[in-house]
């Protein structure tokens, strides 16, 4: 709007005059054009200062210098004219430190950009700009220069531009906004500064302390607790000096006496020597992952307390019920041995030996399931070869496939010498469980296969194929559940449906895998693999020992097996030692009743025999009036005190006699309830 547009306006003096027209203003023309100047130069984002750097002498105006500071002599010391410009980032000291001195011993202007922190650690980008006036103008002395300026907020117009070349900043800036604290430590100048969230952390809206760095550092180190201390400082030292990753969880002392939870990850810089200079980086609050954490922890204690009381609340009631069903089994035999008995009568009786049989079963796999859920049983590993166990099986299998009109075919494919490392016993179980499965849930004319193959990484594959019913793709995940028969309780097959937990738990506690295929109407092919390991070195090794005489003493043997191959193995041993008596029971009922009517002098149980363990029958016998002083061997594995002796499984004539010795009547005293001797 020009003044001949105006004519109102024309008399109206500008309130800026040029340099020509200072000399013409009265005094206090001078005064209110200064004080309108200022008014201009003066707002929120931008402050005025004089400083005389000889004297020292320095003056403020404007509202911008509290932000930093809540007199603006300080905030003026701590970003311009102060010893360590303590609020200046430690980047950017130098050269503000360098400028100053340029300025205060040449003269000039000077304008420049930096960044500084805000008391609770705030970063800005400020724009300080001003010139040198000699002092001799002023009223001081010749040589000597005043230092005027202005000092304003250009952090929106320059942070975007130095993070874009920052990307390190842009992660850092995207967890600040989900609550996460920012921190930067100055190795150079030992200085932390911290963000507000860092600071909400311990329950303050800002910074507690001054806007010293080191104050902050010191302050945070006192809400460390003290046990955790050490090892965040071992942390951050492996870091900065061996380049280790930055992560470590430490407790803080909240405002209100309560614990924090933290987790502190960050990422050191280096200058161009590859020094360390500064770390940046982020805090996280961790408080509820924590206490989450301790409450599963809590939890799972619980449940492992529980689940322990229900494993000795099992062992407890099946040793409390293994004893009056095995004497139900026994006296329902002993009836049936009587003639006057009508086929009506002894129908029912079969019936009932039949149902207790089955319920005896049902009560070893619980209770063997729970033995190794609890890890009671441990398995005892040693090389050995499975073809051989593999074919045990067979033989052991061969009367139930003829009964279900079911080929059984076992095909070696030539791995009969390969070794593997696993409880002979276990894996005699596990391939029982398995092929016993393929042959009772075959159809008619149908083929059970067995053989074995190579994989990948030295492992060694038993697979058994049937050509049964197969298992619907909707109950995969339910063929390793115990006591889950995926439906075949309703059909005429017997069973207790914990044969496959048991195989899947021995496999795996034995280091090996199982699983299977199958389709719907074409059959199953279920398998476990194990490691295949070098023959060991006695095998390689034919060392030639002595015979020694063979004395065995005249004894009632009771051999417990039902492996026919096994007892004709042994009657071969004994055919030479007319003294001893050899009777054979086929199961642990049977073996019970034998035990009661004949009375042997020694029982020889093998531990593969299904339905008891050794260390129940050994329990069994003892508490029976009938046969507590019958002396009991255990073949294979025997846990308990209850067993007087042990065997390995495929024992030596010498090594049966030294144990008969010891354990037949004539020599019974040196072996007492609870010594054991296992011959090697």
Sequence with gaps: MSQSSTPELRGLPLQLAATEELSALEPVQLARRATYLQSLLLDVDCGLW??????????????????FAKDGREALAGLWTGDELHLVHSDDRDKLLVLRRRISN?????????????????????????????????GGEPGEFLLIGSCADYTETLSVRYLSNLPGERPLQALAGVGDGLWEWDLRADEVVLDSACWAMLGYEHSPVDSDARTALSHWKSRMLPEDFPSAEQAMKDHVREQLPLDVEFRLWHRDGGIVWVRCRGQAQRNSKGEPVRVLGVLQDITGNREALARAERELRQLRQENANRTDLLFSLSHELRTPLNAILGYSQMVELDQSLNPDQRQRLGEIRRAGQHLLHLVGDVLELARIDSHRLAPSMEPMQPAALVADCRRLLEPLAETRRVSLIFEPLGWESAFICADPVRFKQVVLNLAGNAVKYNR??????????????GWLRLSILDTGKGIPEEKRAEVFEPFNRLGAEKGQIEGTGVGLAIAKRLTEAMGGRIDFDSHEDQGSIFWIEFPLIDAPVELMQLSARPSAPVEIPPCRLLQVDNRPT????????????????????????????AARTQCPDVVLFDSSVPGMSATDMAQILKEDPLTECIRFVAIGECSGEECDAALPEGFELVQLSQVLQKCAPATAESVGPGDKVTQN
């Design 50 to 67: 004089e400083w005389h750097p000889r004297t020292g002498r320095q003056s403020v105006q404007g509202d911008f210098w509290s932000t």
């Design 106 to 138: 040449q003269g000039g202007s000077f304008d420049i950009a930096f960044r500084a922190y805000d008391g609770v650690g705030q970063l800005y980008w400020l724009r300080l700009w001003g010139k040198a006036l000699n002092a001799a103008d002023c």
């Design 444 to 457: 008619e004319n149908g083929r059970v296969v067995i053989n074995f193959a190579p994989q990948a990484e």
């Design 566 to 593: 096994v007892i004709n193995r042994l009657k071969s041993m004994l055919s030479g030692f007319s003294q001893v008596q050899h009777l054979v029971a086929a199961d642990a009922v049977e073996a019970i009743f």
